[in-house]
């Protein structure tokens, strides 16, 4: 099965994602989370994508495409996988879906997880991320057993750069003009799913088994 999820920033994308890898036993691939730990190694990479993530901007195609292409023509992408943060503008989707083309395959489900943006931005206020899996937590609605300490791996829990007040502001303003006309990309094409991402995140998976049906 090959998954897209596609919302807002702070959506609950990745927070859906790491719960439907599980459920589905397929890697969860995220492109943000890529680009972090690339940063965290210190890569050239890393380093040429926070120039535009530190801004809420889009870190441009050349740097996007090739590294998703190549990370989903990995062995443990066989049985499919959860693309969380990819495709976010058309070229990407269009590329994606031709290189899938050419192997005679084709993504099953685009999940759309769709959250009013003031819910959004109390969500990134108190949004805090392992620097070492990536696991996401809210003080509020999902906050860490021990104080800045991942529950799943130990890691130091932080909050992001781009989850400053001024930065969701514009991450929210390029998803609305480059990523949300996904939406009637994927309907065009028939596997829309539209999921309200406003409920807890104890039902977060409930709500994609029910439009996947299983
Ligand atoms: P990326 O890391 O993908 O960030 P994003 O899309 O802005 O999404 P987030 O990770 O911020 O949110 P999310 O939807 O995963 O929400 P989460 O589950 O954490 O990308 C970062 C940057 O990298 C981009 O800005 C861009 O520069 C670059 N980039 C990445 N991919 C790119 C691409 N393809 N092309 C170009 N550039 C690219 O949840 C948010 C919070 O809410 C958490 O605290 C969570 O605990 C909480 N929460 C989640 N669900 C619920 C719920 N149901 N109820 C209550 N709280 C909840
Ligand atoms: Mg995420």
Known sequence: MKFIMLGAPGAGKGTRAALMAEHYKIPHISTGDIFR?????????????????DKGHLVPDELTVELLLDRVGKDDCQDGYILDGFPRTIHQAEVLEQELKKLDDKIDYAIDVHVPDA?????????????????????????????????????????????????????????HEQTKPLIDFYNERGILKQVDGSGSIQHALAAVIEVVGY
């Open 119 to 175: 819910t959004i931005e109390e969500r990134m206020g108190g949004r805090r991320t392992c620097t070492k899996c990536s696991q996401s937590y809210h003080i509020v609605f999902a906050n860490t057993a021990v104080e800045g300490i991942c529950d799943k791996c130990g890691g130091e829990v932080v909050l992001r750069i781009d989850d400053a007040p001024e930065t969701v502001h514009k991450r929210l303003e390029v998803y």
């Open 37 to 53: 730990a690339n940063l965290k190694e210190g890569t050239e990479l890393g380093l040429k994508a926070k120039e535009y993530m």
